[in-house]
């Protein structure tokens, strides 16, 4: 039996050729015309409990937080001057790619954002109840590009009673923290039939202000013991129910 073979006409051929070079020289144009925004300004955007972000631009920061030791999930942190942006991404192993304190520019045209308990964070436009979708790992690999490395990257530092509204998805040090009384001996995370489980913990500060830490159950110290001494920790500002909570990254808890 013969097998059937389809001649394609060259004509077709230079057609098919001349669509992808068109394709490619829109993209290229759409990315050299995009402005450069700070990521507070991105932000505001976001007027409502969802946007689309329509103009071409893209913001430029750094990477604080990725899912190397498991503290957050298919999501990445960064950070400019004007402070910080959780984008949500359909990957795993996103450290991989997109390392701790490597500088990025961020292409936000035709990206959505959202409300997300107390933050506002970048992802792909919703297509069930939440309030956002991950974006797909190929077109997060299409507009989120590694440009280079920060050298020496130094937490602001704050008080507890000085973390605000712009600190949200912002990494900030703080020092002089011990565990609450009640937590003292605890784990960061619960453990239920040796499987630890997302916790809430409180971390108290010299003059008796608290404030709440997350662990994920994939974190890779979860089930290691609080210190017991005072320490220092590094994490991103997040909020929920209208407090500030915090969660630690790069398994940054600073002893003394």
Request: glycine share 8%; proline share 3%; net charge negative.
């Amino acid at each position: 039996m013969r097998s059937l073979r389809i001649e394609i006409p060259f004509k077709y051929h230079l057609l098919l050729l001349l669509l992808l070079v068109v394709v490619a020289v829109s993209c290229t144009k759409r990315v050299e015309e995009a402005e450069v925004v700070s990521i507070a300004h991105l932000k505001s955007m976001c007027r409502g409990e969802q946007a689309v972000v329509s103009k071409e631009c893209y913001v430029e920061g750094v990477v604080v937080a990725n899912d190397w030791l498991g503290e957050f999930h298919k999501s990445v942190v960064v950070v400019d001057d004007s402070g910080g942006l959780e984008i949500a991404i359909e990957a795993e192993r996103l450290y991989a790619w997109l390392p701790i304190y490597s500088r990025v520019k961020i292409f936000c045209g035709g990206r959505s954002l959202a409300r997300v308990g107390g933050k506002v964070m970048l992802g792909a436009s919703p297509t069930g109840a939440f309030p956002l979708d991950n974006i797909p790992e190929w077109e997060a690999r299409r507009c989120i590009k590694v440009v280079g490395a920060e050298e020496n990257f130094v937490f602001p530092r704050r008080r507890i009673t000085e973390i605000g509204v712009a600190d949200v998805s912002r990494a900030v040090r703080i020092d002089g923290l011990h565990v609450a009384d009640a937590e003292l001996g605890l784990s960061w995370c619960d453990e239920v039939d040796g499987v630890a489980q997302t916790t809430m913990r409180t971390l108290v500060d010299r003059e008796g202000n608290t404030i709440g830490v997350r662990t994920l159950a994939s974190c890779a110290y979860g089930l290691e013991k609080i210190p017991t001494t005072e320490f220092s920790v590094v994490g991103v500002v997040d909020a929920t129910g209208g407090e500030y909570i915090l969660r630690i990254i790069n398994g940054a808890i600073l002893r003394r």
